[in-house]
């Protein structure tokens, strides 16, 4: 049984040139609980801008981390913003210096696709994967998505892969109708096939995600 049925909403909306993603580990449900609520409530105290266009919160199932995803119209927009803001802190799990160091993974859209899947998306798993270089970033992804990955799974909303700006990354932010269409995915041959069709690509390694469902959503200006 879901712990929430709230819909999501999907990137394929066109929300943003830019994505940051940010994931804290913060140890339980009442620090989650505690982190969730302040960062939803330092994003609404601030006067956002033109290029800001949605920021969505999360937290995931197993109470130990959040995550929050913000997407901008632009590099350019994201970098004012972040010269013209101290880090935020989240209270009783950071040090100021913790979120002066943990700055935001910036990630550019790439591929994906979306399934005519029956009901809407609640629950986002995101897992990531280090590449050696934005090459292997692209071939990581095409190997995915035009091989195991290419036919649809039941509950499988949408997949977005995402690549990091620095070329050392790919994020798969996908959309699942439930969390129990995402655990017998797991347990699917495509769910193997994809494994290894991933690790037989040189200079890609790892690929982890929790289920993460959505506290949060707000939207700016621009959205």
């Not at 800001?52 to 927009?77: K, P």
């Not at 970033?137 to 509950?155: E, N, S, Y």
């Not at 200079?203 to 959503?217: I, Q, T």
Request: glycine share 10%; hydrophobic share 35%.
């Amino acid at each position: 049984m879901d712990v929430s049925t709230v819909p999501l909403p999907g990137m394929d909306q066109g929300d943003g040139d830019v994505v940051l993603i940010s994931r804290r580990f913060v140890g339980g449900r009442e620090q989650q609980k505690a982190a969730v609520n302040a960062v939803s409530a330092y994003w609404k105290s601030l006067p956002l801008p033109s290029g800001f266009r949605s920021m969505n919160c999360f937290e995931s199932v197993d109470g130990e981390n959040i995550m929050t995803v913000v997407q901008w119209d632009g590099e350019d927009s994201w970098d004012r913003f972040f010269r013209s803001h101290e880090p935020f802190m989240i209270p009783g799990v950071e040090t100021a210096d913790d979120a002066r160091r943990l700055r935001p993974e910036l990630y550019h859209r790439y591929r994906g696709k979306v399934a005519r899947e029956e009901g809407e998306a609640v629950c986002v798993v995101a897992p990531t994967f280090d590449v050696d270089g934005p090459e292997r970033q692209r071939r990581a992804v095409d190997t995915l998505l035009d091989g195991p990955l290419k036919g649809r799974f039941p509950g499988l909303r949408a997949m977005h892969f995402l690549l990091s700006g620095d070329g050392s990354r790919v994020l798969n932010y996908a959309e699942w109708t439930s969390q129990r269409a995402h655990e017998k995915f797991l347990r699917d041959e495509m769910s193997r096939d994809a494994f290894e069709a991933l690790h037989s690509v040189a200079g890609v390694r790892g690929l982890a995600g929790k289920r993460y469902l959505l506290h949060e959503r707000l939207t700016g200006p621009a959205d």
